[in-house]
């Protein structure tokens, strides 16, 4: 027999060899008609999202508005008596105060006029009383003292009108306020009805705006409103009214608000920013890149609960600027998903990692 047949007989007999020995030790292995225990199952890492720690806190909310500013009072005083002007006491821009003289036109003799009638009623006066003594001695009749009463009444009635026409010989302001326009020189024949000057009123300013109908129940007389100007003073002011009926073009409603100046600021005729303060509440401050929409498209935003289990809720928008959104609807505090939110399902337990910059 050859080497190479030798060979290949030997390696035979000692595979026979090992199988016989694997089987008699009985070392098999049989299937596992169950399932393994969790335990010797591959272990499942919870998924990681970032969270932040949100509190609630006091907000003021407010209902934003563009408005129109204007003078408290504007007026266009005009001559009511024709004449001549003599004087002018006043130049546009001058303060002044109530009952200061403005102007003086000419006379024209009509305080003479005045001097007349106050004769004729001293005189008239006289005579009545010397009728009422012969009266009562029966040497006067009572048709006579009826039209001696009723000649003094006329003359009064007169001295009054004539009084009246001197004093508008000199104009007064009716208010304390502003000259912002003259319309006359000196020399200038005017008539009853001329322009003479307007007046303004701007220590107090009226701030006009049209409220949208869904906001108009939230606003109402005495309300506290901040005014911005454009160059980015703010002035205070308070709602004095707000109309019953909407304007039917626009569907919003008129309002005023009276507006402190005390500065006199020439805004009159400018627009401004108002904000009317609304009752304090609390409510979160949220970045807008935070918030997403359920299925229904109502806003709101994922965070963990207590159990660490992903969690949906639901905000009402209080007001939303590239800074971020006041919102309302969540719990006291949360811990908002900041990352990861879009890899987990609501209800899923997750491992919360917090990069708040202050966890208390």
């Not at 024209?108 to 006029?113: E, H, L, P, S």
């Not at 207590?306 to 600027?321: A, W």
Request: hydrophobic fraction near 40%; charge should be negative.
């Amino acid at each position: 027999m050859s080497k190479t047949k030798l060979g290949s007989l030997g390696l035979s007999l000692l595979i026979a060899i090992l199988l016989i020995v694997w089987l008699a030790t009985g070392e098999t292995k049989v299937a596992k008609s169950q399932a393994p225990d969790q335990a010797e199952s591959e272990h499942h890492e919870l998924t990681h999202v970032q969270v932040q720690t949100l509190t609630a806190r006091l907000y003021e909310p407010g209902v934003l508005l563009q408005g129109q500013l204007e003078p408290w009072y504007t007026v266009a005083i005009s001559a009511r008596a024709a004449g001549t002007v003599e004087k002018i006491a006043v130049n546009q821009g001058d303060q002044v105060k109530e009952g200061d003289v403005l102007l003086l036109l000419s006379d024209d003799g009509r305080r003479a006029g005045v001097k007349r009638w106050q004769a004729r009623t001293k005189k008239l006066e006289a005579d009545l009383l010397a009728a009422r003594k012969l009266h009562s001695n029966n040497l006067v009749s009572q048709s006579e003292l009826l039209g001696l009463e009723s000649e003094l009444a006329a003359a009064n009635s007169e001295l009054i009108a004539a009084e009246q026409v001197v004093s508008n010989l000199a104009p007064k302001a009716p208010f304390d306020g502003t000259i912002n326009r003259r319309d006359v020189e000196p020399g200038s024949l005017v008539q009853v009805g001329t322009a003479l000057f307007e007046l303004v009123k701007i220590d107090r300013l009226k701030a006009t705006a049209q409220v949208p109908q869904q906001s108009v129940g939230n606003v109402s007389p005495g309300q506290q409103v901040r005014v911005e100007l454009l160059g980015g003073e703010q002035l205070s002011g308070v709602v004095t009214f707000v109309a019953s009926a909407a304007d039917p073009k626009t569907r919003s409603f008129a309002v005023e608000i009276a507006v402190e100046n005390p500065d006199r600021q020439r805004v009159a005729g400018g627009s401004a920013s108002l904000r009317i303060a609304l009752p304090e509440l609390r409510a979160m401050f949220i970045s807008p890149a935070y918030l997403s929409l359920d299925n229904d498209g109502r806003p709101g935003v994922k965070y963990v609960d207590q159990n660490d289990r992903v969690t949906f809720g639901k905000v009402k928008l209080l007001s939303v600027s590239t800074d971020g959104a006041w919102v309302t609807g969540l719990p006291e505090q949360i811990q908002l998903i900041t990352r990861g939110g879009g890899f987990v399902d609501m209800g899923e337990q997750v491992r919360p990692v917090d990069t708040s910059e202050d966890r208390g």
